[in-house]
């Protein structure tokens, strides 16, 4: 493999879009608007790097040490841009950038093993693996740089090709993480495209494309997983969540609010796997809504680059448009604002921290993922009612059960359905374990060997024994 050479990211043909600013509701730059026609060179240039990517494990493997290296170098001009473009308080940019080159560190180490298969005939078959070819990503604007890095880790690690789009509100920081990673990979290993739609549809049907890795809404997956049949490319979706967490009789509310409230509104609410609806026993219900209430009245909203933040702006005006839609439809339902409710008064995007009780079961910001900074607490009377609530979405994202009895906690943790569900926490997860959402949630599995085998095609060789 040549030694690969620093280089600057293919510009399109001239046309550009404004990238926002939601701290301030302004543009302060551009990114390409990049045409579906330009894809058609992409893919193949993509699908030409791969023939060389694809033959030397272990140059893949210290190239992508090298791209973690890289991204490190590279953290002091990547985390306040992505702030700039995300909202998101600089910190949470940096520990983001950190997990980018922590992923590429973790899936360098990745080997595909061959697997001998024995079932007592005189045939001797091996399990070997192969890399599928150009793979498409398609990410949003929640966290650009870890979800593509969710995405371009494994599949470069099993030996792929990769163009990623990045959302059009968060493209800039993806650029610039892709000039970083040119300095340690081999041309057209991985292009990023940047552009408004229908780009990415485009990229999810195109007959190059051997694998779509998708995360997003649901009602997008499901355009994506329709435009990728057409080339009957491999699909993984990793989709919207509705989170429940369940809080036991015998929780200590004192104990868990921090981390109950940072789970439920970190991000500013805008993570797929965060706590979107609390469940609470009858008793404790009061308690519960003060205990998170406090916070969210406490908590510094401002700016991201503004050190003293902790929660930044919502990142457009789109998602605010739909956060005020659903705590207002709540408010008119019956709900009542034990603390926020409405948006602030600034420039930019902000929503005060909102935690809603009283809320009637069927409102939209219980049912619907409202994807924001508002949290409603329910009350519950039997645990199988809570259980029952929990489970009554077509979300199967992840959830959590709070209490001191962890035998207790874990058997009721046992009955939620989703695909990972937390004891006194939420939303932690290890490089090394699967991520995969049930029902409406996703389709496919990110996350360790896992995620990296979704990235390979078993290919099996069947010979007869020696004699
Ligand atoms: P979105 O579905 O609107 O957009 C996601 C990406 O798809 C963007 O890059 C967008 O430009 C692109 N896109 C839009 N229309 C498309 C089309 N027709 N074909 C192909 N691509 C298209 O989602 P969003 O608003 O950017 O992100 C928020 C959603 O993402 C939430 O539902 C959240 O739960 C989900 N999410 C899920 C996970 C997970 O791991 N399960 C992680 C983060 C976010």
Not at 194 to 210: K, N
Not at 358 to 381: A, I, M, W
Request: glycine share 8%; charged share 20%; aromatic share 6%.
């Amino acid at each position: 493999m040549p030694t690969p050479q620093p280089r600057p990211v293919p510009e399109s043909r001239g046309a550009r879009f404004a990238v926002l600013d939601p701290a301030t509701g302004e543009a302060f730059d551009e990114a390409p608007d990049q045409q579906p026609d330009e894809l058609d060179s992409v893919v193949e240039r993509a699908r030409r790097a791969w023939h060389g990517w694809r033959a030397d494990p272990a140059a893949r493997a210290t190239a992508l040490r090298a791209a973690a290296d890289a991204v490190e170098a590279a953290a002091t001009d990547l985390a306040p841009l992505l702030t700039r473009e995300q909202g998101k308080p600089l910190t949470e940019s940096y520990a983001e950038v950190a997990r980018t080159a922590a992923r590429l560190r973790y899936f360098a180490e990745l080997v595909a093993q061959p697997q001998p298969i024995s079932d007592g005939r005189p045939v001797r078959s091996e399990v070997r693996w192969r890399p599928l070819g150009p793979v498409a990503a398609i990410v949003p604007w929640n966290f650009p740089l870890q979800l593509a890095s969710a995405k371009f880790a494994p599949a470069l690690a099993a030996g792929n090709t990769m163009v990623l789009k990045p959302s059009p509100f968060t493209p800039l920081a993806t650029r610039l993480l892709a000039s970083a990673l040119a300095t340690a990979l081999p041309e057209d290993v991985l292009t990023v495209v940047t552009g408004r739609e229908p780009l990415g549809a485009r990229l999810a049907s195109h007959p190059g494309i051997r694998h779509v890795t998708f995360t997003g809404s649901i009602a997008t997956g499901r355009a994506v997983a329709e435009g990728a049949a057409a080339s009957l490319a491999r699909v993984t979706l990793e989709l919207g969540g509705n989170d429940a967490a369940v809080l036991l009789e015998d929780v200590d509310v004192e104990q868990i609010a921090d981390r109950l409230f940072w789970a439920a509104f970190r991000n500013c609410g805008q993570v797929c796997m965060a706590v979107k609806r609390v469940y609470a026993p009858d008793r404790l219900c009061a308690e519960v809504v003060e205990a998170l209430a406090h916070r969210a009245k406490s908590v510094v909203v401002g700016a991201g680059l503004d050190p003293a933040s902790q929660l930044g702006p919502v990142n457009n005006a789109h998602q605010l448009a739909r956060i005020e839609r659903c705590a207002d439809q709540a408010l008119a339902d019956g709900a009542r604002a034990a603390a926020g409710g409405h948006r602030l008064d600034r420039p930019g995007y902000f929503f005060a921290p909102t935690v809603l009780a009283d809320t009637p079961p069927d409102s939209p910001v219980v049912t619907e993922e409202q994807f924001g900074p508002v949290l409603p607490v329910l009350p519950y009377r039997t645990l199988d009612d809570a259980v029952e609530a929990a489970n009554g979405t077509g979300f199967g994202l992840g959830g959590s059960v709070w209490g001191t009895d962890l035998d207790r906690a874990e058997a009721v943790a046992g009955r939620l359905e989703c695909g990972t569900a937390w004891i006194n926490h939420h939303a932690e997860l290890s490089l090394a374990q699967p991520f995969a959402g049930t029902k409406d949630s996703g389709v496919g599995v990110a996350g360790g060997p896992w995620g990296f085998y979704g990235n390979l095609q078993p290919f099996v060789v069947h010979r007869p024994q020696e004699a």
